[in-house]
């Protein structure tokens, strides 16, 4: 019987061997999403990144307030293949937001014809973000996903939400903005590559957090 094979855990736990060590990985930042008003961009979020990896962010002069652009883009070359990651963010609009497992359908509907046997959907909780990973490939094909859909927990969106509303300055209120948002991470390349760097980028993933700290809650 085909099915979906969700893994409840919040570990993730994995055979495969790490290509980066944490003296060859380093600290970078990433930048939140311009507003209409002008193209200053927040720094947001932090991670630590394998310094292998290739980098490429918009260029200062594009706006990136709409959200089909990427915050920025990651490459992770090796010899004729590489693995892509891309990195978005969604400020809620009047408060509404996408739901994580609704990202996870998306990209799911991605593909032809995807391998039922090899899909895992596993739950995520951590630097105060919960949502879901999605692992899946095509049946036929060597193209493969990993796909994390995050949002802030729900007591940590209130207590954002709350200063949001009391801010008084510009600045303060875009990046409580920003914080709130929904986040995205999502790795393709062949089912080859990605299993062979699973586990940084993994450890990638999971190291993303959030600059500034949330504040007290009201």
């Given at each position: 019987m085909k099915c979906v094979l969700i893994v409840f855990c919040f570990i993730l736990v994995g055979c495969e061997s790490s290509t980066a060590t944490n003296d060859q990985?380093?600290?970078?930042?990433?930048?939140?999403?311009?507003d209409h008003s002008n193209l200053e961009r927040l720094p947001v979020y932090r991670a630590k990144v394998p310094r292998t990896w290739q980098r490429k962010d918009p260029e200062p002069s594009v706006s990136i307030e709409d959200t089909k652009t990427a915050l920025c883009e990651f490459t992770i070359p090796d010899e004729k293949q590489q693995i892509k990651i891309v990195i978005h963010n969604f400020p809620l609009m009047e408060g509404k937001s996408i739901p994580p497992m609704a990202q996870i359908a998306r990209w799911r509907n991605?593909?032809?014809?995807?391998?039922?046997?090899?899909?895992?959907?596993?739950?995520?909780?951590?630097?105060?973000?919960?949502?879901y990973l999605l692992e899946a490939s095509e049946q036929e094909n060597p193209s493969a996903v990993m796909a994390w859909a995050l949002q802030i927990a729900p007591e940590h969106h209130a207590t954002l939400n709350y200063h949001w509303k009391i801010a008084e300055a510009s600045h303060d209120k875009r990046m409580l903005h920003q914080m709130m948002a929904d986040l995205t991470i999502k790795a393709t390349g062949s089912k080859q590559l990605l299993k062979k760097f699973r586990r940084d980028i993994i450890n990638f993933a999971r190291s993303i957090e959030l600059i500034q700290e949330i504040p007290e809650s009201p």
């Open positions: 990985s380093e600290m970078q930042e990433i930048c939140g999403r311009n991605q593909f032809s014809v995807i391998d039922q046997t090899a899909t895992k959907i596993i739950p995520q909780a951590y630097s105060g973000f919960v949502g």
